[in-house]
């Protein structure tokens, strides 16, 4: 499976972005799918998941200001970012489990900067 993320870049804080990640395979196949960042010198952390339910959970940083998404028919995955603050400068990544094998995109680059 292939996840491809994009949608990062340069935003003022207090903006927004939207971040995708298209899956080479049916999402509706998967176990879960989630949203991961990493800020510079800092371990990578979970954003926000969909369990195979639709369960959803987020970071508690992110409750209210972030939603996670899908759209199955597409094969991929979102990341609506409003209200964004220098603290969620990080690489994202996107995450999907099949069965008991996991799989992560490449990083997409969220800078919040004035």
């Known amino acids: 499976v292939q996840l491809q993320a994009s949608g990062g870049g340069l935003v003022q804080p207090g903006g927004s972005l939207r971040l995708s990640c298209a899956a080479s395979?049916?999402?509706?196949?998967?176990?879960?799918m989630a949203w991961y960042r990493q800020a510079p010198g800092k371990q990578r952390e979970l954003v926000a998941v969909?369990?195979?339910?639709?369960?959803?959970a987020y970071v508690d940083s992110v409750k209210g200001r972030f939603t996670i998404s899908r759209d199955n028919a597409k094969n991929s995955m979102y990341l609506e970012m409003n209200s964004l603050k220098p603290e969620d400068t990080a690489v994202y990544y996107c995450y999907a489990k099949y069965g008991s094998d996991n799989y992560w995109g490449h990083g997409t680059q969220v800078t919040v900067s004035s």
């Open positions: 969909f369990d195979r339910g639709d369960n959803i």
């Open positions: 395979e049916s999402i509706f196949s998967s176990n879960v």
